[in-house]
């Protein structure tokens, strides 16, 4: 009787918590309604530009290309305008950063690699105003803008080195005009967000799930919801278990060995 007991109130402890958390999700949105997105706010270190993306046939611009490199003094003004045609970009990578103990909290960005070695990387963040400093609630309260970070390969790792982040950057099995047909899809966001700014969302607008988004576009894969929405750090190994790892090797505890980025 007593376990009898038990059993029905955790059951409604459960439905209890999971009420809050929707009450919480929708309210969220409810917030949303009363908000207005920015470009023009004073914005934080590395996140200042409002970068565009100029397109002609095979010739690409992206103009304030980010490329810092933060291991270093004195990279304050390295926003420079960059250009390549779209057939330089020959395939993709993955990175997956880990800041966390728990090992499904990470950041996902992409690299588009090019036959130069002039890679071009994309990082989706929140863009936060100098002083603010990123928290679950204003996640979910729509407290930062959303933005589509372009920057060279290098600064991107730069960054988590000088942030002592555990990373691994996988290669992924996908053919040339895929990636940049994938390319010009996040060209496409990157002005939409120059013209008209949107929130962040931790989890309906985050670094993971935009990125699913653009990707389902070009291929017929769907990214498992859980990962994509709630717990990017484990990407690497969905990643694996897809098949999309660019790798002979077939043990995942061996592929995260050889892919894990050493700043050494």
Same mark, same amino acid.
């Given at each position: 009787?007593?376990?009898?007991?038990?059993?029905?109130?955790?059951?409604?402890?459960?439905?209890?918590?999971?009420?809050?958390?929707?009450?919480?999700?929708?309210?969220?949105?409810?917030?949303?309604?009363?908000?207005?997105?920015?470009?023009? #706010? /004073?914005?934080?270190?590395?996140?200042?530009?409002?970068?565009?993306?100029?397109?002609?046939?095979? =010739?690409?611009?992206?103009?304030?290309?980010? +490329?810092?490199?933060?291991?270093?003094?004195? %990279?304050?003004?390295?926003?420079? +305008?960059?250009?390549? =045609?779209?057939?330089?970009?020959?395939?993709? &990578?993955? *990175?997956?950063?880990?800041?966390?103990? $728990?090992?499904?909290?990470? $950041?996902?960005?992409?690299?588009?690699?090019? %036959?130069?070695?002039?890679?071009?990387?994309?990082? /989706?963040?929140? #863009? #936060?105003?100098?002083?603010?400093?990123?928290? !679950?609630? *204003?996640?979910?309260?729509?407290?930062?803008?959303? /933005?589509?970070?372009?920057?060279?390969?290098? +600064?991107?790792?730069?960054?988590?080195?000088?942030?002592?982040?555990?990373?691994?950057?996988?290669?992924?099995?996908?053919?040339?005009?895929?990636?940049?047909?994938?390319? !010009?899809?996040?060209?496409?966001?990157?002005?939409?967000?120059?013209?008209?700014?949107?929130?962040?969302?931790?989890?309906?607008? =985050?670094?993971? =799930?935009?990125?699913?988004? &653009?990707?389902?576009?070009?291929?017929? #894969?769907?990214?498992?919801?859980?990962?994509?929405?709630?717990?990017?750090?484990?990407?690497?190994?969905?990643?694996?278990?897809?098949?999309?790892? +660019?790798? &002979?090797?077939?043990?995942?505890?061996?592929?995260?060995?050889?892919?894990?980025?050493?700043?050494?």
């Amino acid at each position: 009787m007593v376990f009898k007991i038990m059993k029905i109130s955790l059951k409604y402890l459960l439905l209890f918590i999971l009420g809050i958390v929707v009450l919480a999700i929708l309210g969220s949105f409810g917030l949303w309604f009363f908000k207005e997105p920015s470009n023009n #706010r /004073i914005w934080e270190f590395g996140q200042e530009k409002n970068q565009y993306v100029k397109i002609e046939k095979d =010739n690409i611009e992206v103009k304030d290309l980010r +490329d810092f490199d933060w291991t270093k003094k004195g %990279h304050e003004t390295n926003f420079r +305008d960059f250009s390549f =045609n779209l057939s330089d970009i020959d395939g993709l &990578e993955v *990175g997956v950063s880990h800041f966390s103990t $728990h090992e499904g909290i990470g $950041h996902v960005f992409l690299i588009f690699t090019m %036959h130069n070695g002039k890679d071009i990387a994309l990082s /989706i963040e929140s #863009r #936060r105003e100098v002083g603010e400093s990123f928290s !679950l609630q *204003g996640g979910l309260l729509f407290d930062y803008e959303l /933005i589509y970070i372009l920057t060279t390969k290098n +600064d991107l790792l730069s960054l988590r080195e000088k942030r002592k982040e555990r990373v691994y950057v996988y290669p992924i099995k996908i053919d040339a005009q895929k990636a940049q047909k994938l390319f !010009l899809l996040i060209a496409e966001k990157v002005n939409s967000l120059y013209e008209t700014p949107e929130f962040y969302h931790l989890f309906f607008k =985050n670094c993971t =799930n935009l990125i699913v988004k &653009e990707v389902e576009k070009i291929s017929d #894969r769907k990214f498992p919801f859980y990962e994509e929405t709630f717990a990017p750090g484990y990407t690497g190994e969905t990643l694996f278990k897809m098949g999309l790892i +660019d790798t &002979e090797l077939k043990d995942f505890k061996k592929i995260r060995e050889k892919f894990l980025v050493d700043f050494k």
